[in-house]
Structures are given as structure tokens and as C-alpha cells.
């Protein structure tokens, strides 16, 4: 699968760095106005910690809303970068392409995002630095006999969390090298006599005096996939352990399944892929990179989210029977909220609809497929039901926690400071983004001009396909 | 007597390809000359000199020494904090597992970025000679020779098709 023209490497340069070298108008109004809701959120934050969680709508016993759905949903949007950019390279996949780079970088962003929640849940954010100053880098109190419980979920979650971001950004880091060195080539000054800006100062400083001779590229391909190999292991772990946050809490039925874990990891897989399938969208809208991002990726995509999506629902399937199948009272009460009661019932409906039944409708014809619009609204329609699904597994449960003694305590409902504070994250991610597409090329500009000097045709009867050679 | 540097810019990888074995002809070594592009060509696509290299070895390393420091860690801290629950041991196996898992995959990603770094000899910022119409498609034979061979090998770049020949402390065109 090869669709498009060829084309050369001056104007693939030119294309794709047009967003740094030559950003456009609307860039620094969106970043602005981004930046203004995610100071909404900020100030939302600060109101929370001045005043206290009772600005919340949390309550005994629920005591995990918004944000630790946000939390687990940002999780789940990381886990595009990996599936993207490690299975589809290792599959050598030859539409994974233009998608990598923005995928890996999303990783990253929705990794730092998901860690804000947790900590903003805390209610008590300055403690961290009682963990981190007193004893350099040492994520506990030692000097005061602390230490971590290595029993506890809570902290396999960031020890998971923390590799997963670290190894991220690393891994997006080494691929940036050879695209550095490009904009290090194009942000030369014209002469000799000419002294360097800062620009090309700082992109001759990241590019680390790449030269891209044989042995770098050779050792740029076996770093890509090496790096696909190790990561994707820690990807896979990253969201069974923010399942085990739930899955080890025996206290609360709903959640103290075995099936978490997997039924978590497609989830996320899911959630991430249709939102870098969005984001793909947007990228080519706003920069005008229709030679790259083609209607054939978009198309990949769907086929993919449908063969996730069925996957993801077997699961969700599989999680449901599993707890009606072990009849205990508290469990089957939980399934009852879900299930039968106002406002829980309609939420679990409008979930299945839009995570599964409405998106794969749409992915099953080719001519939708290719349809961009109605490819993002597909897109937009898993995320919210991915969302609610982390809101309809946390709430519910707590909320029968302790029957009994506080079931006095009927329906959470958030407050405005959560709204604003939920709200800030998206924006966080969007103006995040927007701010590297100024400073590095969201396609990988060596990825592209590879396929180009791998593409061919091949004529096969009275027709000519268009194809592209692979190394082994 | 010292080497200068040449380098040739071609627009066809055959062409550059031709260059490498006039080069070979000629006398030049195959450590004495290299190739720049601005994407990675399929091995061999230039008749360069197969190089080895030791990359693997970094993961495998990091690996180890993630693997000691999460057992250390968590070992240890369970038992800075011995927390007794219904008689079973202090050092609780699975839990360990999972963060000295985190650990070992942890440091081998890092020690792999360090192998990448390293093997491809990088940082390296003094460039020597090098165009940077190389990041726009073109592909760049580098010799390092002689200071007498320097007229034969810029004729022996236009004789394969190279659109400039450049050479050390000469501005590009």
C-alpha cells in the first residue's frame, strides 16, 4: 500500500518543517487560548488546595471521581504511542509512517498529564516535596524512617508510570536526532561570514553532530526496533498495574477482578489508537499535510480499531459475566447500579453505544473508513465512552463500598472546580502538542523520505499497483 | 602527510555508489571514505564497508543492573520496615517482582539509549567537512586522502556524476 506521488526531499523538508520554520497565524491565538483554559484549570487547582476536597463533589465513600478517571483515561491515551510506533515497526508496517512521531509524542504528554491528577487528588500537592527534597531523587522520606510498601499497588503504579515516561521520552528523544540535524541544515546561516543564531545553535546542539553516514542509520533502525521490543513490555505493564490499583482492592466488588488487567490493556489500546487517529486528522486539517497523512493511513486505522474495538468489547463482555457468574450479594448489587438504575443504566448504555456499537458501525465501510469527518467523529465517540467507562467502574463500586454504614450517601456528582480541572487537561495536551509542532516536525522526516526511496510499482496484467520494496 | 577531506554531492545513490568503487580503484581504503544521506538507505545500497557493533550488549547490561537494584531496593526497604501480617514471611516475592520488573526494563532502555549514543559516535561536534544540501535529498561521498590525490578523486566524482565537489576550507557552493 502505497498511495499519493512521489515526493522529493527538498519539498518533503519544506512541508513538514513549514510548522517551525514559517509557523502559521492561528498558531500563537490557539496556543493563547489554550494556555487560558489550562490557567482556568490552575486556578480551579489552587481554589482546591486553598479550600480543601470539600469543593469536590467526593465524598465517604466515594473518594476517587474525576480525577482518577482522568487519571486512568490519560493512561490509556499514552498507550497509543507504543502500539503504534513499537508493534507496527516491528510488523514493519509501511503505514505506521507518518503516525509514529505524533503518537509517541501524545504518549508523552498524556503520561505527564495522567501523573497531575493523582497528585492533584491528593488535595495536599505540596507533601511531594517532602518526598523529593529530603533526600535528593528519593521519592520517600528516608531521613524519617519512611519507606515504600512495596506490597502496595500505589506503588508499583508509579515505579510502572515513571518507566513508561521516562523510557517515552528517551525513545522519542533518539528518533528526533536525524530531524534535528535537518533543521540544524536548515537554520544554517547562508555564508560563512554569517554568524549562527540561536536556532541553529540549539538544533546543532540536539542533533549532536549527526552526520547520517551508514553506520548511524543502521544503528538508528536497530534502535528503533530494539527500543520497540523493550518498551513495548513495559507498555503492556503499565496498564495492567493502574488495573491492579483497582483489581487488589478487595473491599470494593466491582472492581477485585482478575480480568482487569487484559480487559485494561485493550481499553487503552483502543482509547489511544482512535485518539491519535484524530489527532492525524487534525495535523493534516490545520498544516495542510495531505501528501502525507493520507486516506490510506486513516483507512489502516479504522481497520485496526475495529479488530481492537471487538477485542476490547469480548473483554468487556467477559468482566460483566464473570461478575454476575460468581453471585455474591455485593457484587450483584454493584451490576444492579450499573445496570438497572437511574442515572447509572443510562450511562452504561450511552458507554457500550459509543465506545463499541456506533464507532465499529462506522469503521465497517470502506467509503466511511476514508471519510474523515465522519472518521473523527467515530474517533471522538470512543473517547468519551472510554471515558465514562473508567467513571462507570470507579464510582458505582465505591459507591457500595460500605453499604451499610454510609448509605446515606447516594450519587456523586462533581463539582465546577472538577469540570474546570478535567477540562485544563485537555487543553493541557492540545497547547503541549501545538508547542513541540513549533520546535520539532511531528512527522519523521527520514521515516517518509525512506518510503520514498523504497516506493515502486509493479504491473501486474494490464495493471500497475503501487507497492514498496522491504529489507528483511 | 596530513589527509584532507572531499566530498562529493550526488543526486542518484547509483551514481554515489559508482563513486565509492572509483574510489576503491583507486587505491583509497574503504576506512578512508564514507557515505551521507539524510534517510537510511538499505545495507549494502553503496558498497560501504560493513561495520560491526556491540549495541546488543547494552541492554543486557542495563538489564543486570536494573535487575540487582530492584531486588536490592525492594528487599531492603521490606525489610528497613518489617510489616508482619498473619505470619508470612517479611520478603514478599510477587509484589517484588513487579517493581524489580519496572527496574530491569527501566535501566536496560537506558543503557540501550547510551549503546545507541555511543556506537554511533555521538556527540561529535566537530562536524570536519560536510554540506548541508546532504539533508535536502543529496548524497554525499566523503574522502579523506592525500593531499596529492585531491584533483584525481574530485575528477573521479564528476566522472561518476556528482553535481559538486567540495573540498575542506572551500565554502559551499
Same mark, same amino acid.
Given at each position: 500500500m502505497q498511495e499519493g506521488r512521489p515526493i522529493p526531499s527538498r519539498q518533503i523538508n519544506r512541508e513538514l518543517l513549514s510548522t517551525i520554520l514559517n509557523s502559521p497565524k492561528w498558531f500563537w491565538i490557539a496556543v493563547v487560548l489554550l494556555g487560558l483554559i489550562v490557567l482556568g484549570a490552575m486556578s480551579a487547582a489552587g481554589f482546591m488546595v486553598n479550600k480543601?476536597?470539600?469543593? +469536590?463533589?467526593?465524598?465517604r465513600p466515594v473518594m476517587w471521581g474525576f480525577f482518577i478517571t482522568n487519571f486512568v483515561f490519560w493512561i490509556g491515551i499514552s498507550h497509543a504511542g507504543v502500539m503504534l510506533s513499537a508493534i507496527l515497526r516491528l510488523s514493519k508496517a509501511e503505514w505506521r509512517r507518518p503516525a509514529t512521531r505524533a503518537a509517541e509524542i501524545l504518549t508523552v504528554f498524556s503520561l505527564m498529564t495522567a501523573m497531575l491528577m493523582p497528585l492533584i487528588h491528593t488535595? /495536599?500537592?505540596? /507533601?511531594l516535596v517532602y518526598w523529593i527534597y529530603t533526600?535528593?531523587? !528519593?521519592?520517600?522520606?528516608y531521613a524519617r524512617g519512611i519507606w515504600p510498601n512495596v506490597r502496595s499497588p500505589l506503588v508499583w503504579d508509579p515505579s510502572a508510570v515513571y518507566t513508561y515516561l521516562t523510557s517515552s521520552i528517551l525513545f522519542v528523544l533518539v528518533a528526533l536526532i536525524p530531524d534535528f540535524a535537518v533543521l540544524r541544515d536548515r537554520t544554517a546561516?547562508? +555564508? @560563512?561570514?554569517h554568524s549562527p543564531t540561536l536556532t541553529h545553535r540549539i538544533y546543532t546542539l540536539l542533533a549532536m553532530?549527526?552526520?547520517?553516514n551508514p553506520r548511524q542509520w543502521k544503528l538508528q533502525i536497530i534502535a528503533g526496533v530494539l527500543l520497540s521490543a523493550l518498551i513495548l513490555p513495559v507498555f503492556v505493564s503499565v496498564h495492567s498495574i493502574v488495573s491492579w490499583d483497582f483489581g487488589? !482492592?478487595? !473491599?470494593v466488588k466491582s472492581w477485585? @477482578?482478575?480480568?482487569f488487567a487484559p480487559y485494561f490493556v485493550v481499553g487503552a489500546v483502543h482509547s489511544g489508537v482512535s485518539a491519535v487517529a484524530f489527532a492525524m486528522i487534525i495535523l493534516r486539517h490545520i498544516y495542510g499535510w495531505q501528501n502525507y497523512i493520507r486516506h490510506e493511513h486513516i483507512d489502516a486505522l479504522g481497520r485496526l480499531l475495529i479488530v481492537v474495538a471487538t477485542g476490547w468489547f469480548y473483554f468487556f463482555v467477559m468482566e460483566v459475566i464473570f461478575g454476575f457468574y460468581g453471585r455474591e450479594a455485593d457484587e450483584l448489587a454493584v451490576r444492579d447500579l450499573q445496570f438497572m438504575q437511574n442515572p447509572w443504566n443510562i450511562w452504561m448504555m450511552v458507554f457500550v453505544f459509543t465506545t463499541y456499537f456506533l464507532p465499529v458501525a462506522l469503521w465497517l465501510p470502506r467509503m466511511f473508513r476514508r471519510n474523515l469527518w465522519i472518521m473523527s467523529a467515530a474517533c471522538i465517540s470512543v473517547n468519551i465512552g472510554m471515558w465514562l467507562e473508567r467513571f462507570i467502574i470507579i464510582v458505582p463500586g465505591l459507591q457500595n463500598k460500605q453499604v451499610f454504614t454510609f448509605s446515606w450517601y447516594t450519587v456523586y456528582s462533581p463539582s465546577a472546580v472538577e469540570w474546570t480541572i478535567i477540562g485544563g487537561t485537555f487543553a493541557l495536551v492540545s497547547m503541549l502538542m501545538l508547542l513541540v509542532a513549533r520546535v520539532a516536525p511531528l512527522i519523521p522526516l527520514y521515516d517518509i523520505k525512506e518510503a520514498e526511496i523504497l516506493r515502486t510499482e509493479v504491473k501486474i496484467g494490464r495493471v500497475t499497483v503501487p507497492a514498496v520494496y522491504r529489507e528483511d | 602527510m596530513a589527509k584532507r577531506a572531499i566530498l562529493g554531492l550526488f543526486e542518484d545513490a547509483s551514481y554515489a555508489a559508482e563513486a565509492g568503487d572509483a574510489l576503491q580503484r583507486a587505491g583509497? !581504503?574503504? +576506512?578512508d571514505y564514507d557515505f551521507l544521506t539524510d534517510t537510511p538507505y538499505p545495507e549494502g545500497a553503496f558498497g560501504e564497508r560493513h561495520e560491526g557493533h556491540k549495541l546488543y550488549i547494552f541492554p543486557l547490561c542495563g538489564a543486570l543492573v536494573g535487575l540487582t537494584i530492584g531486588i536490592l531496593l525492594t528487599s531492603m526497604t521490606q525489610m528497613a520496615y518489617p510489616m508482619v501480617q498473619?505470619?508470612?514471611?517479611?520478603? @514478599?516475592l510477587p509484589p517484588m517482582a513487579v517493581v524489580t520488573y519496572e527496574s530491569t526494563m527501566l535501566t536496560a532502555i537506558i543503557f540501550t539509549i547510551i549503546g545507541i549514543v555511543f556506537e554511533s559516535r555521538l556527540? @561529535?561536534?566537530?562536524?570536519g567537512l560536510y554540506d548541508t544540501r546532504i539533508t535536502e535529498g543529496y548524497i554525499g561521498v566523503l574522502a579523506n586522502v592525500e593531499e596529492t590525490q585531491l584533483t584525481e578523486v574530485s575528477t573521479l566524482f564528476t566522472q561518476a556524476g556528482a553535481v559538486d565537489v567540495v573540498r575542506e576550507n572551500q565554502a559551499p557552493a
Open positions: 480543601g476536597l470539600g469543593v +469536590t463533589g467526593m465524598n488535595g /495536599r500537592p505540596w /507533601r533526600v535528593p531523587f !528519593a521519592p520517600y522520606d546561516p547562508p +555564508t @560563512s561570514g553532530g549527526w552526520r547520517g487488589m !482492592a478487595v !473491599a477485585h @477482578s482478575t480480568i | 583509497v !581504503a574503504p +576506512t498473619a505470619g508470612k514471611p517479611i520478603l @514478599s556527540p @561529535s561536534f566537530k562536524q
